[in-house]
């Protein structure tokens, strides 16, 4: 398929004319569109199949939308919101399973279970205190002062799932220590 690049297309005006029933004008207006709105798609959208497939659903969302552009303001904007929504149907429905299979941190207890050591906080308070700053704190509150992570995360001004993982990281560095 042979297709005209126009170097700089008017959009206005090619509307306007696909409104008034020139089909011509209609065709390069879609042509023209497409190619303006691939590179936004292409910087968001892993595959070109995918890529295609939006275009084909942005295109026909044009037309089915045309009748609501307002000849008085830009195309360009009004094209591009409509790309937008259809790019955000498209994560919406395809990436939205993922999200709703992903675990949510803030709802584990514990991130790895703790077995039972001789070790408390005070027989290693010295290694505590050598973590950083926010992590020896947040252990500090944890297991010397017995605050829950939703508690830690509260005094904090952090998210609880934010609290587990430093937390998390704590341990990891304090059990690595702790071998050597």
């Known amino acids: 398929m042979v297709t005209s690049k126009i170097e700089n297309p008017d959009f206005e005006a090619l509307m306007r004319q696909s409104l008034e029933g020139d089909r011509g004008a209609y065709a390069e207006l879609l042509r023209e569109t497409a190619r303006l709105i691939r590179p936004y798609l292409t910087a968001r959208v892993q595959s070109e199949a995918e890529v295609d497939d939006l275009m084909q659903e942005i295109l026909l969302s044009i037309h089915k939308a045309k009748h609501t552009y307002d000849g008085e303001r830009p195309y360009k904007p009004w094209a591009y919101a409509i790309a937008r929504?259809?790019?955000?149907?498209?994560?919406?429905?395809?990436?939205?399973?993922?999200?709703?299979?992903?675990?949510?941190?803030?709802?584990i207890e514990l991130i790895e279970p703790v077995t039972e050591t001789d070790f408390n906080y005070e027989s290693i308070k010295g290694e505590i205190e050598r973590l950083p700053e926010k992590q020896a704190a947040i252990l500090r509150l944890m297991h010397k002062e017995g605050y829950t992570a939703k508690e830690v995360a509260e005094k904090m001004g952090m998210g609880e799932s934010a609290v587990k993982v430093a937390a998390h990281r704590a341990y990891k560095a304090l059990r690595k220590r702790l071998a050597e």
């Open 85 to 107: 929504y259809r790019l955000q149907d498209h994560f919406r429905v395809h990436y939205g399973d993922r999200l709703r299979q992903a675990v949510d941190l803030s709802e």
